[in-house]
């Protein structure tokens, strides 16, 4: 009789298409067998009753700042951050660690670290700047899972903002090698300028940030990228998306057959620019909180399905860059700290506007590993990575310090009460996460390529 290392019983199992309570067995870190009956024994058996089975979360969009810059995030505390909320496959962006990821010698050092220490599967993104277009070949070779450009201001010098020249090169030699191209699609000379009107001002309140950073700026980035793209044929993928305007040109992009998926973050979902009015800059990122009113018309291009995927954009920083006795909210860094809590926000969003369980399956799963070639992730099935994350909608969770895995314990969740509970996540098999702690003996993260 063969014996499997892990049986998943009585659970109520979400697949891309429907939700059926059914049986898993897991045998050498892949989904061996679904099934209403399962006679086998196994070495572990999880009795799921009362709870939903989801694949776990691939988040695209994370900045863990290593190597270099540990001190605000690294792969160790970060993966076990992300395991904790149900993500067993993260994408590390290329920008925050020291060097940032613009040739193979980098992408070694950053692949090296995560293959040590990291407790989840993770992608690489390469990024794209000023005078290393002669580098994307080889990355794409060595495997990053695309690559990442800023179309505003970063203000950092290890990864500056492309220009239009830049811009256009790369994409079509990212379109040669059949890559994606991610944007941070903001409008730098829009809001650079506005920057500086209001700096000249000596204004620098909450209402003031947001003026610097209006939807026209990020429309017009959406805009320009996509006229780029059909000059150059390049595969988009726009980050954080957090305006209505932005999504009908996006919309308009896809009804012409263009190549474009677009994502948006639980922090634009749950939160408006109020937060940033209360709490200062641990509400701080870019694009910036909406308001309410920018909000509901996101949370119901959500229910439309107009996004393909959501991201956390988990941001971290230490807490001296966003303190005000140091810096003003237009000086204070801006990134919000929560890929802890994407999965359970969009488990919040579909409890509160009935929202199908599969389809939080299809934007936290399936459709990015679709998108990035992923293809043994992303949904349970037979023959695919058993990464799987175990829920409760009868138990609620508060945010707290304690509970929040990230190195700094800066972020505007805690004190935040989700109406449901991650109750354990498995990374190919493995548990990673349950009852509250990290439960794996070592990090046993693997890079994943994609096909």
């Known amino acids: 009789m063969e014996q499997f290392d892990m049986i998943i019983k ?28 399962l006679t086998f024994g196994a070495e572990r058996i999880i009795d799921a009753s009362g709870q939903y089975v989801f694949p776990g979360m691939i988040d695209v969009h994370v900045h863990f700042s290593d190597p270099g810059r540990e001190y605000w995030e690294g792969f160790s505390t970060g ?3 992300m395991a904790s909320g149900g993500c067993t496959t993260f994408f590390d962006m290329p920008l925050n660690g020291i060097p940032s990821t613009i040739n193979n010698e980098a992408l070694y050092a950053k692949s090296e670290k995560g293959n040590e220490e990291s407790y989840t599967d993770f992608a690489l993104w390469g990024g794209l700047v000023p005078g290393n277009e002669a580098y994307l070949a080889e990355l794409a070779e060595e495997g990053v899972i695309g690559f990442k450009a800023f179309l505003s201001t970063t203000g950092n010098k290890e990864f500056e903002n ?4 830049t811009l256009l090169n790369g994409m079509k030699i990212i379109a040669g090698l059949n890559k994606v191209l991610a944007l941070h699609s903001e409008s730098g000379p829009i809001t650079d300028w506005l920057t500086a009107e209001k700096v000249k ?20 980035a959406v805009q320009r990228a996509l006229y780029y793209a059909e000059v150059t044929g390049c595969p988009l993928h726009f980050v954080h998306i957090s305006s209505a305007e932005a999504i009908e ?12 998926t677009v994502e948006t973050c639980p922090h634009y979902l749950l939160f408006n620019h109020n937060a940033l009015r209360e709490h200062g800059a641990v509400a701080k990122c870019a694009p910036p909180l ?7 018309k996101l949370i119901q291009l959500l229910i439309d399905q107009k996004f393909d995927m959501i991201s956390s954009d988990h941001s971290p920083c230490t807490s001296d860059l966003k303190d005000p006795a140091n810096y003003n909210l237009l ?4 990134g919000i700290s929560g890929g802890q809590f994407s999965f359970l926000s969009m488990m919040e969003l579909a409890l509160k506007y009935n929202i199908p369980f599969e389809h939080i399956a299809q934007w936290t799963a399936l459709n990015p590993a679709k998108r990035f070639g992923l293809s043994s992730k992303g949904k349970i099935t037979e023959g695919y990575d058993a990464d799987i994350v175990l829920v409760s909608v009868d138990e609620s969770f508060t945010v707290t310090e304690d509970n929040f895995f990230a190195k700094n314990k800066i972020s505007l969740y805690i004190g935040h009460t989700f109406p449901c509970k991650v109750m354990s996540t498995i990374n190919r098999g493995q548990v990673v996460y349950e009852d509250g702690v990290i439960c794996a003996e070592r990090p046993s993260g693997q890079w994943i390529k994609p096909n």
């Not at 040109?249 to 474009?260: C, D, F, L, Q, T």
């Not at 909406?290 to 509901?296: A, C, Y």
């Open 249 to 260: 040109k996006i919309e308009e992009a896809k009804r012409k057959g263009m190549n474009v």
């Open 201 to 220: 001002a000596g204004k620098v309140s909450a209402d003031d940030y947001l003026a610097t950073r209006p939807v026209a700026a990020e429309a017009e």
């Open 162 to 165: 492309v220009d239009d020249l």
């Open 10 to 37: 009585n659970g109520t199992v979400v697949f891309p298409d429907k939700v059926k309570k059914i049986n898993i067995a897991i045998k050498d870190g892949v989904v061996a067998a679904i099934s209403d009956d």
């Open 290 to 296: 909406r308001m309410p009113e920018e909000q509901e």
């Open 331 to 334: 000086q204070a860094w801006g």
């Open 79 to 81: 993966s076990q951050m």
